[in-house]
């Protein structure tokens, strides 16, 4: 092995409290392919934003090639050889290959002579590394996955030595992700040095030469890719962390309340999110879906709360259909009784610029209880909220207090409170913890197993495995807008991290 | 004969009208194609036009009138700049604060300067821009249909005049042929793909105000310096809007906005010709109507009846940083 | 809204930082003075004293605010859907043709206080109606609706135009107004409340819609902050994805609050016309719409603020017409100027002095600014 191409010596990089990176020491050596994994909020993505300049660390230093380097912009990233693939392209949609290849690198005040040059350049990138693009398409019309290789060529055309792909195969159909692969492998055999952040371990283990693990914002290992296995690798990333056990007891399912079947799901670039999924939640039991981020647990959860149209599909409430591809309506489904706890309780359950006492009827601002006539009866209102404050021990307890004054964990509090005190009969809950501390986790977690006891159905989605785990009585896995397994809540963590990483073996092995 | 003469005129005024017009819509285009709202054109405009005329008679000077004109107008552009792009405020209010400004101050230090009730001093003969007569008008000025399209059409506007034709190609060339062009259009549709390239995203948006600025001060200068011997209270009278109606319908595109600037000019001009006069078939046109109908042709593109307007994608939204 | 500023007390916020950007505002406006060559302090004095000193400047000083009060109020409504009208100008001009069909059919007939309560409703209806189309395409279309509503301003003072020139205009007469309504169609004046304060009030139009225009304001507060509709408006206003959550129709809370906003514009209309000229005329809008952007951005869309604001430039006004007439120099135009500079510092510009007056407080007392450390943005 030759010289490191990339060294990062103790990076540090926090982000007000949150400590994104803490003490990063990583070796990545000239003409490998180099496989960095970790959960979602790991501090992937943050330490390669400051490889390339977007942020700066904290503390600790950056050699290229053996040379101390400041990064301070992407300038100084891409004189120094590093390019980068975003997960979100940078692309300008409306231009053409050729003038996204030479934007920022066209070299002289006329564009004539760039333009020409960038095509014959084009030329031989496409020869050498089977890159094959139409220099004079239109960004727009292309396929993602060709999209995704005019960012490759944008990054070598730039001389790039060092080519940090960033998710690359989030947006890719497996064939594509085949193709990119194919690609790698051969800016490899060229001499780049390829790093690869990733949280699909068979990524990692198809074509990387070595991999680095890093966890809540530590590098905790790396290995030499045909040293290690899937298993272990799930299990670095997943971590040995403190379980947050809860009392319950065995559940007691009841009738179906929640059926969904076949459905599908587009974002709104027509991407397939959610690809013929069918489950059902019954009454008293919690259901929780498993699954990295991204892989369509959100618009599943959008779609089935009316907030999304979906393509295609039928969902029962209790036996009656929701119209889910024409026009079922949050407010009509509040009134059947489906409770949401969206996963963005900042922009999307809760309105931070109001009073608390406010966000406390959101969405059931209809309903009579809290209206005189026209009027609101901000009374009822204040006095609603204040029982729930105490009800569910909201701090300060103030309603009239402006919501984005209250910790994450209160706001949570806020939203769960709203939706649980309205007596659903199925409550579908989003990340119910994300951003909440230690104390509230516990709280929210009793609450939820209440809910259940009270004979509720409960769909719970969220990212934190553990939680997952502890909470739900069945759980289904999510990948790519799939489900690809169900299992009980005995099943192992090294089991279902497999299921969400993609891992397809284990499924066929059954 | 009368009718043809009647269509030289009426082409004439058109081309006389649709100067202001394209100048303020091209200085638009340069703004608007950085993502950045202008509804200042109008104010910037009318600055630009009190300062010429105002300095032109100071200096005895068309030319330090112009200088001054482009300068003023500049500085006002810079003044939305700051505003937007440095402290990412409204776009929108910004430039309703300029038209503001613009129109009060024109008129407070007209007054004070000149005391003739906001009016600047009637400039004489040097300090205006005065008709150039093109090489060879007069001799061709009586071969029939050619030479006198040739001579009334053509020659005979002020070197304003045909600098804003001018700023037609010129502005394609800049915008399709340059990196400045390049990097111009890029960062009015996403700001965060010229910001990864390691372009200043901030420092490109300045200097296409710049750009905005140097136009509307030209369009300012035209209006108090070859149309009209002096700056008058308010004498954009709206123009500035029209231009941007004139952008939106031309679809941000620099020979598509002459077509516009032409047919709104077209419109004002048969207004005013045809004040009075009844046509055949449609019979009495109201004049007001004539000069709604740009505005009115405006909004049925915009509601997307004919065609689509879509603006820059990034445009009205300051950039952030953020990843 | 994304990104909620650090917090300031809320005097601070609704009193403090309005009240700098106002200051500066009024500094740079008192160096144009100085470049005019006249004592700015001298101009303020003439300029307050104009305003407040007598009972007739007072009653100036109110009629004025009357008219910016509704046109305030028009676009503060908008803004707390997140909707930015321009188009009040056009909404109150196209409202004084429905005061006009009002008036000229029953002034002869009806007495002022039937006249009254039809005219309103008329106003608010040719308002409303000329907001419509623009919030439509707003929603339905995704058209801009700052674009549109400028346009609608044009198309509004054309057709204006081409009526007071043609059918509204009487036979014979050469300017372009109606005619002079008869006592059904005239309000009553409201000075003998300033003479009951012992001021003296010769000749001022101050009248009956100053109170109309008081009770919108509290009825404005009344919808945006005890309705379920002002809810809904404010819900949609600061979070679009939250009202879509909470099932909140977007194309039905654009059209109503647009409808509302015109509706206060098109109230406007009532004083100028039935208040003070008793006819409608050509322009007799002139530039009120835009001073409401001005006085909602000062009264920070609060109907108490910009009943307040309203009255600061009515004050300007009223004073700014007594300045022009001690110093020729200045003109009623600087008005437009501090309008302009006031939409400057305390629009556009809203944000400059906050980390400067947030780090002052921070310095004094860390806490009560909530330094909560920032939050990251995770990986």
């Given at each position: 092995m030759g010289q490191a191409a990339i060294e990062l010596i103790g990076i540090n990089k926090s982000f007000g409290a949150v400590h994104a990176n803490r003490d990063i020491n990583l070796e990545i050596p000239r003409g490998t392919i180099h496989g960095i994994v970790g959960e979602n909020g790991a501090g992937k993505s943050t330490l390669m934003s400051i490889l390339y300049g977007f942020y700066q660390a904290d503390s600790g230093e950056i050699r290229v090639n053996g040379q101390p380097t400041t990064i301070r912009t992407s300038n100084d990233a891409i004189a120094a050889g590093i390019g980068m693939v975003h997960q979100h392209f940078m692309l300008v949609e409306n231009f053409s290959v050729l003038e996204n290849i030479i934007l920022g690198a066209e070299g002289e005040a006329l564009l004539k002579k760039s333009i020409a040059k960038a095509r014959s350049e084009l030329d031989r990138l496409e020869r050498e590394y089977g890159l094959e693009v139409d220099p004079d398409a239109i960004i727009e019309e292309l396929p993602v996955g060709i999209q995704q290789r005019v960012e490759i060529l944008k990054a070598l055309y730039r001389g790039a030595e060092i080519l940090i792909l960033d998710e690359p195969t989030g947006v890719l159909t497996p064939a594509e992700a085949d193709h990119l692969f194919r690609i790698l492998k051969q800016l490899k055999e060229q001499g780049k040095t390829i790093v690869l952040i990733t949280h699909k371990l068979r990524e990692i283990m198809a074509i990387t030469d070595n991999v680095s693990v890093m966890r809540q914002g530590t590098m905790v290992a790396t290995r030499q890719t045909k040293q290690t296995t899937v298993e272990e690798l799930a299990e670095l990333m997943v971590g040995r962390r403190v379980l947050l056990r809860v009392e319950k007891g065995a559940a007691n399912p009841g009738g179906v309340k929640l059926a969904v079947n076949n459905l599908v799901v587009r974002d709104q670039r027509g991407v397939t999110m959610v690809d013929d999924v069918s489950f059902e939640v019954r009454a008293g039991e919690i259901v929780g879906i498993a699954g990295v981020a991204g892989n369509g647990q959100s618009e599943l959860i959008e779609a089935i709360s009316g907030i999304r149209r979906a393509v295609s599909g039928t969902v029962l409430l209790d036996g009656k259909p929701i119209d889910v591809t024409g026009t079922a309506d949050p407010g009509e489904l509040r009134d059947r009784g489906l409770a949401h706890v969206p996963e963005d309780r900042h922009h999307v359950g809760l309105v931070l610029a109001f009073e608390e006492n406010e966000n406390s009827i959101l969405g059931y601002h209809d309903d009579v209880r809290y209206l005189k006539g026209f009027l609101l009866d901000v009374d009822a209102i204040r006095n609603d909220a204040k029982s729930k404050i105490d009800g569910y021990d909201i701090r300060p307890p103030d309603c009239r207090l402006r919501t984005a004054n209250f910790s994450g964990g209160n706001q949570q509090k806020i939203v769960l409170a709203r939706e649980m005190e309205q007596d659903p009969g199925v409550l579908i809950v989003g990340q119910p913890t994300r951003g909440v501390d230690v104390g509230a986790i516990e709280f929210i977690h009793k609450r939820l197993i209440a809910m259940r006891d009270q004979g509720k159905a409960v769909l719970l989605i969220s990212v934190e495995l553990d939680e997952i785990r502890s909470l739900s009585d069945r759980i289904v896995v999510m990948f790519a807008g799939r489900i690809v397994g169900e299992r009980g809540p005995e099943a192992s963590e090294g089991e279902l991290g497999l299921l969400m990483a993609g891992v397809e073996q284990l499924e066929a092995a059954e | 004969m009368d009718i043809f003469n009647a269509v030289i005129q009426t082409l004439d005024s058109t081309l006389r009208l649709s100067v202001p017009l394209l100048l303020a819509c091209l200085a638009g285009l340069y703004s608007e194609r950085s993502g950045i709202f202008d509804i200042g054109l109008e104010g910037k405009m009318l600055v630009g036009a009190f300062a010429g005329a105002a300095a032109a008679s100071v200096f005895h000077s068309a030319f330090i009138g112009l200088g001054m004109a482009i300068l003023i107008s500049i500085a006002f552009a810079m003044i939305h700049g700051f505003a937007s792009i440095t402290h990412r405020g409204n776009q929108i209010v910004s430039g309703v604060a300029i038209n503001f400004i613009a129109a009060g101050s024109t008129v407070i230090l007209g007054q004070a300067w000149f005391h003739q009730g906001g009016r600047t001093p009637a400039l004489s003969e040097g300090e205006r821009f005065s008709s150039i007569t093109l090489p060879g008008a007069n001799a061709v000025k009586d071969v029939p249909v050619i030479g006198q399209l040739y001579s009334e059409l053509l020659s005979g506007h002020s070197l304003i005049a045909y600098i804003a034709f001018a700023m037609v190609p010129i502005t394609w060339w800049v915008l399709y042929r340059t990196r400045f062009g390049l990097r111009l259009r890029a960062v009015g549709e996403n700001p965060a793909a010229v910001d990864t390239a390691g372009i200043s995203v901030t420092w490109l948006r300045y200097r296409a105000l710049l750009c905005t600025g140097v136009l509307t001060g030209l369009a300012g200068a035209y209006l108090s310096m070859t149309q009209n011997g002096g700056f008058v209270k308010d004498m954009t009278a709206g123009k500035g809007y029209i231009a941007l109606a004139a952008l939106i319908f031309a679809k941000w595109k620099p020979v598509n906005a002459m077509f516009a600037c032409l047919l709104f000019g077209f419109l004002d001009a048969l207004a005013i010709r045809l004040q009075g006069t009844p046509l055949p078939i449609i019979g009495k046109v109201p004049v007001q109507f004539m000069q709604a109908l740009p505005y009115i042709l405006t909004v049925v593109l915009l509601a997307g009846f004919i065609g689509k307007a879509i603006p820059p994608r990034a445009g009205g939204v300051p950039y952030v940083k953020e990843r | 809204m994304s990104t909620p500023y650090a917090k300031l007390p809320a005097w601070a916020d609704y009193g403090l930082i309005p009240l700098i950007n106002l200051l500066v505002a009024f500094l740079v406006a008192g160096f144009v003075v100085l470049l005019v060559g006249e004592n700015p302090l001298r101009a303020a004095a003439i300029l307050v004293e104009g305003a407040f000193g007598r009972g007739q400047g007072i009653a100036f000083t109110l009629y004025y605010a009357t008219t910016f009060i509704f046109t305030g109020l028009s676009v503060a409504v908008a803004v707390h859907c997140g909707l930015f009208n321009i188009g009040t100008e056009g909404q109150a001009y196209i409202a004084g043709l429905g005061v006009a069909l009002v008036c000229l059919t029953f002034d002869a007939t009806l007495p002022w206080w039937l006249t009254f309560p039809l005219a309103i409703l008329a106003a608010a209806a040719f308002g409303a109606f000329w907001a419509l189309i623009p919030a439509y395409l707003q929603a339905k279309r995704g058209s801009h609706i700052v674009i549109t509503t400028i346009m609608f301003n044009f198309i509004a003072a054309s057709i204006m135009v081409y009526l007071l020139v043609g059918v509204l205009k009487p036979a014979g007469s050469m300017a372009p107004q109606t005619r002079i309504f008869l006592e059904g169609a005239q309000l009553p004046k409201l000075n003998w409340i300033i003479e009951l304060f012992g001021a003296r009030v010769r000749?001022?139009?101050?009248?009956?819609s100053f109170l109309l225009a008081l009770v919108m304001a509290f009825l404005t507060w009344v919808l945006i902050w005890r309705t379920r509709l002002g809810y809904e408006i404010r819900t949609y206003g600061f979070s679009p994805k939250a009202a879509r959550y909470a099932g909140i129709s977007e194309t039905r809370i654009i059209v109503i609050t647009m409808m509302i906003s015109g509706a206060l514009g098109g109230m406007m209309a009532l004083n100028p016309t039935?208040?003070?000229?008793h006819n409608v005329a050509i322009d007799f809008v002139a530039g009120a719409g835009f001073v409401g952007i001005a006085v909602a951005l000062m009264g920070r869309s609060h109907p108490l603020g910009v009943v307040l604001a309203a009255i600061l430039f009515g004050m300007l006004y009223q004073g700014g017409a007594e300045l022009a007439f001690e110093?020729?120099?200045?003109?009623?135009d600087m008005i437009v100027i501090i309008q302009g500079l006031v939409i400057l510092f305390a629009g556009a510009l809203e944000h400059m002095f906050r980390p400067s007056i947030q780090a002052l407080f921070a310095s004094f007392s860390p806490r009560s600014v909530g330094m909560a450390p920032a939050k990251g943005k995770g990986a």
């Open positions: - | - | 000749s001022a139009p101050l009248n009956i039935m208040g003070d000229q110093m020729p120099a200045i003109s009623r």
